[in-house]
């Protein structure tokens, strides 16, 4: 098809949807034209297709090539909405692991919902136009470290590592392995304080402390062993760990020292008022209210199963999709979630409300 091709050419060939546009027919349905303006003059679409472009490694092994292609196009759509919806957030590298992991599980349109709440809460730092909120974050890991063993913490500064290595780690919610362990990881901070990473990144650390102090005191060979994160990590222990080391040591301690300026931050200012904003959602009310929204919705399409499903089992995906929708913190996200999950199965989902 001419439109898609022009949607999907890098840069997109905006003389050709031009040309589609006022030919006979115009851009044939809402869908497209919907993508043609979202994409079309982006200030971060270059940088969006060359990063989905490389994300081939996030997809399930076996995934037929037009499933996979169908789903990238979904990311780079998926990535330019909530940008487009707000403003005030930044595409930064990474970010596109992220939406991947929720387009996988919950499909594009409640993946946009979801990813959009994030993006201005848990995420909320990372998408400004410096990195200076992220550094920030980061900042939190050598207290963390100094408190729970000062002697690894002694050994970190003398090689003056620093916190770099644990950036990827932290921007993408650590979709660095295969998807089964990611989506019990992103179960865990789903329902978590927002620097739950930076604890679990200090579980790590800690994990690894016998390789950390064999290792030479250098820079550049402690930097090494730390950013190479071990295949057979033990996540379970690690979640547990890293939930003993908030409750020690809560963000609210560890902002008292100079270098944490809590109220610096946006994702961390903003949690309690989000949290109790929450409190007042019910499974019920918010399912009556998605209900009469769709039904003022005129030519609203019914998702399901026209949705590439890459991750098998309907039940388990039916849970995850509940519980991530229903969580403290995702507040009003559920209104996309639960709509679609009940068109995917009512009777399932009303059996988990």
């Known amino acids: 098809m001419v439109i898609e091709q022009a949607l999907t050419s890098d840069p997109v060939d905006t003389r050709t949807l031009r040309e589609a546009a006022a030919s006979n027919g115009g851009l044939l349905n809402d869908s497209v034209r919907r993508r043609r303006q979202v994409r079309e003059n982006h200030k971060d679409l270059n940088q969006v297709q060359m ?16 499933e ?3 789903l990238q196009q979904q990311m780079i759509d998926s990535i330019l909405e909530v940008l487009r919806r707000n403003p005030q957030l930044h595409y930064y590298q990474g970010y ?8 996988l599980v919950v499909g594009e349109r409640p993946a946009i919902a979801i990813v959009e709440k994030l993006s201005n809460h848990h995420l909320r730092d990372f998408m400004d136009p410096t990195m200076d909120s992220t550094k920030h974050i980061l900042n939190y890991l050598m207290p963390i ?11 970190m500064l003398r090689a003056e590592v620093g916190t770099i290595f644990a950036l990827s780690w932290l921007i993408t919610w650590y979709s660095l392995s295969e998807l089964r362990l990611i ?3 992103y179960d865990f901070f789903l329902a978590s304080h927002p620097l739950m990473p930076i604890y679990y990144a200090a579980a790590i650390v800690l994990h690894r402390e016998e390789e950390v102090l064999r290792e030479e005191c250098d820079m550049a060979m ?4 730390l950013s190479c994160l071990p295949k057979d990590l033990p996540y379970q222990q690690l979640i547990g760990q890293a939930q003993k080391l908030i409750s020690q040591y809560p963000p609210s301690f560890l902002a008292q020292r100079a270098a944490l300026q809590y109220r610096n931050s946006i994702t961390i200012s903003s949690f309690q008022s ?11 009310s918010v399912l009556r209210l998605q209900s009469s929204r769709s039904s003022r919705v005129p030519g609203g399409r019914r998702q399901g199963a026209q949705d590439t499903e890459p991750v098998s089992g309907q039940a388990s995906r039916m849970v995850r999709v509940a519980v991530w929708g229903l969580s403290a ?9 639960a709509q679609t999950a009940l068109d995917w199965t009512p009777d399932l989902l009303m059996q988990l409300f």
């Open 183 to 185: 989506l019990r990881l």
């Open 145 to 155: 470290l100094e408190q729970a063993h000062p002697q690894l913490h002694g050994f």
């Open 96 to 103: 596109h692991d992220i939406v991947v992991t929720f387009l």
């Open 329 to 337: 913190t995702l507040g009003a996200a559920v209104l996309a979630v």
């Open 68 to 70: 996979r292609e169908v």
């Open 222 to 225: 402690v930097h090494h062993l």
């Open 51 to 66: 990063d989905v472009r490389r994300s081939v490694r996030r997809f399930p092994k076996g995934m037929r090539v037009e």
């Open 274 to 284: 989000f949290q109790l904003s929450t409190l007042h959602q019910r499974p019920d």
